[in-house]
């Protein structure tokens, strides 16, 4: 069992930044791919980006390729996403998903575990 929770969203200008970050709980922490998501109001949920077990492989939505960096720190169970150059199309509720190392990293049914979420909002 994994429980995560999400921090560092908020309401920021177009052009700014955000680092959000994702506290997992659990031993096994290592051995997840972890990946970020995020759900617009009346869209559907999707992918963002991914990091495998070790932090050696990334993978990214196209269209935030470039601006933001996943990243994971294993000895404090922490998964981070920094987040540049925002836009307002990047508003949306961010989640965090625990997912197998073994299931491909973009999609949303290899997750099992998820936080609540946190509120990205990007004003122009």
């Known amino acids: 069992q994994v429980q995560l929770v999400e921090s560092g969203g908020g309401l920021v200008q177009a052009g700014g930044s955000l680092r959000l970050s994702c506290a997992a709980s659990?031993?096994?922490?290592?051995?997840?791919?972890m990946g970020w998501f995020r759900q617009a109001p009346g869209k559907e949920r999707e992918f963002v980006a991914a990091i495998d077990w070790s932090g050696g492989r990334t993978y990214y939505a196209d269209s935030v390729k470039g601006r933001f960096t996943i990243s994971r720190d294993n000895a404090k169970n922490t998964v981070y996403l920094q987040m540049n150059n925002l836009k307002p199309e990047d508003t949306a509720v961010y989640y965090c998903?625990?997912?197998?190392?073994?299931?491909?990293?973009?999609?949303?049914?290899?997750?099992?575990?998820w936080g609540q979420g946190t509120q990205v909002t990007v004003s122009s």
């Open positions: 998903a625990a997912g197998s190392a073994s299931a491909p990293a973009e999609n949303i049914y290899s997750y099992k575990y």
């Open positions: 659990g031993r096994t922490f290592s051995s997840y791919t």
